[in-house]
């Protein structure tokens, strides 16, 4: 037996070198073990190539673990043992739904999730891949979205750097605008499904662990409809290769949370009863329980399903979207993430074309309605056809540091998150979500927005017994402003600008 040391919550990996003939996908069998005093939890193993097989283990506790691996071939028969040491300081854990419609890190620190949208980036090229991490390491965001395979659209016609099965794809020379459609001919293709390629599957995972660094999470898109190689199209007994696959590499990294597909209802291939196997397997199989989501392009899911763990949602309404999020966490109890409610951007398409002010807006509308939005940026890029919202590479727009500024103020709600409470008709009003913060007099604690509304001055009614601090919030200029200590009856003077706010903290 062999004694290391791994860190609570990181990747501890028992590779093991074996037979290389054969398909060693589907001929070979690995599976493990692993025990401590406070858990047990069996993982499947993969093959890497090269006759590398690998298994990936996730430890909860700080003590002693050991573990036994098997398979049908002679190597796989191992055992070995490891000590788990106190995370860092900016290891937190995965994240977990709490407190019905929020999240939270395992250490019970909140998390407030402001996203971002970067279909293929880790399929493209090193240097738009670095430019991409120069751009996170500015700490706007908290979570990507970003797809296994790789994307077929506008603005999408370059092949990836590795695609995910051995064989030859299409030719894609003659690709442009002009001759460019959503149903693609995938005779052109020739693949091995059953073979895959694991420099594909490595990118992915140097992605996953590049954001862990960076404190920002993983919201792996397992499937899409956006496809020229035939991966939207696989049969049932391929797709449960690949997930099973996909499982066994993705699943012990903390920071993954699966979405089974972006726009599901575009696949035309794959049933609702598909859906449900594939949930069913991701139940079985993943053992950490890691978040999960499916995500709509018009019909939404049934979000009610107990497999879902949060409502990932798109738009489906042009002009009333987030502020129906109150109305869908009361209809499914669960947390709402609007990961795609346009982007911003001046493409020709008006999911890609808002501004900055409006994305931030609503931004901060789903935010204190007690839900969380995503971001996107797709600025017309005519020299080398890189947007941010598909490749990554360097962002342009205006809302990324006001969502910055927006995360850190959610981040100093009490306790773990915020819900819509009451207010007059022309602004939102947010409170702290849960009976733990809630007092005799009410909430001691409030954010009044008042939107693309631009109020000159604001009265507010309060007990004359009670002492509320209060700030004034310009969520557009990034500032909060003391404006004194009030009781009973005040009235706070405004700029007459959009995108203000006014935060009310009970001192007394």
């Not at 129906?324 to 001046?346: C, L, M, S």
């Amino acid at each position: 037996m062999s004694t290391n040391r791994t860190e609570r919550w990181s990747v501890f990996e028992v590779v093991i070198t074996g037979p290389r003939d054969g398909n060693p996908f589907t001929e070979r069998e690995l599976s493990g073990v692993f025990r401590s005093k406070n858990e047990e939890k069996r993982v499947m193993g993969f093959y890497d190539g090269e006759g590398v097989y690998k298994l990936r283990f996730m430890p909860s506790f700080e003590e002693k673990y050991t573990y036994e691996t098997t398979g049908n071939f002679p190597e796989a028969q191992t055992s070995g043992s490891f000590t788990v040491t106190p995370p860092r300081e900016e290891n937190h854990g995965p994240v977990h739904v709490v407190n019905g419609c929020h999240f939270a890190y395992e250490d019970t620190t909140p998390y407030y999730s402001v996203g971002t949208t970067c279909y293929v980036w880790e399929h493209q090229p090193d240097e738009v891949y670095e430019k991409t991490l120069k751009e996170l390491d500015k700490g706007n965001f908290n979570k990507m979205r970003f797809c296994v395979f790789p994307k077929h659209y506008i603005h999408n016609f370059k092949d990836p750097e590795t695609f995910p099965y051995e064989g030859t794809p299409v030719d894609n020379s003659g690709l442009c605008e002009e001759t460019f459609t959503y149903e693609a001919d995938y005779s052109g293709n020739s693949w091995d499904f059953t073979r895959f390629n694991p420099e594909h599957f490595r990118r992915v995972e140097r992605a996953i662990l590049d954001l862990q660094k960076r404190g920002i999470e993983a919201d792996l898109i397992v499937m899409h409809p956006y496809d020229r190689w035939g991966f939207s199209a696989m049969t049932r007994e391929q797709d449960d290769l690949y997930w099973k696959y996909v499982i066994a590499r993705f699943a012990a990294y903390r920071n993954v949370w699966w979405s089974l597909a972006n726009e599901y209802d575009l696949l035309r291939a794959k049933t609702l009863k598909d859906w449900e196997h594939y949930a069913d397997m991701l139940c079985r199989l993943d053992p950490y329980n890691r978040l999960r989501g499916i995500h709509n392009c018009i019909a939404f899911y049934d979000h009610t399903r107990p497999w879902i763990t949060h409502c990932s949602l798109q738009r489906q309404d042009l002009y009333r979207h987030v502020e129906y999020t109150a109305d869908y966490r009361t209809q499914w109890t669960k947390p709402v993430v609007w990961d795609e409610i346009a982007y911003e951007g001046n493409i020709d398409m008006g999911w890609g074309n808002i501004s900055g002010q409006e994305l931030t807006r609503r931004f901060w509308e789903a935010s204190l309605r007690g839900g969380y939005a995503g971001h996107g940026e797709t600025y017309v890029d005519n020299e080398n056809d890189v947007l941010w919202w598909s490749h990554g590479g360097e962002l342009h727009g205006e809302s990324p540091e006001r969502i910055k500024f927006l995360h850190q103020i959610l981040c100093q709600t009490p306790g773990y998150g915020l819900r819509q409470g009451q207010g007059s008709f022309d602004e939102t009003v947010a409170v702290p979500d849960g009976a733990d913060f809630l007092t005799p007099g009410g909430p001691g604690y409030e954010i009044h927005y008042y939107g693309f509304g631009r109020p000159s001055f604001r009265d507010f009614y309060k007990s004359p017994d009670e002492s509320w601090q209060v700030e004034i919030i310009d969520t557009w200029e990034m500032t909060v402003t003391d404006a004194g200590i009030h009781s009973g009856k005040f009235r706070i003077s405004l700029p007459g600008k959009e995108y203000m706010a006014v935060r009310l903290r009970k001192l007394s």
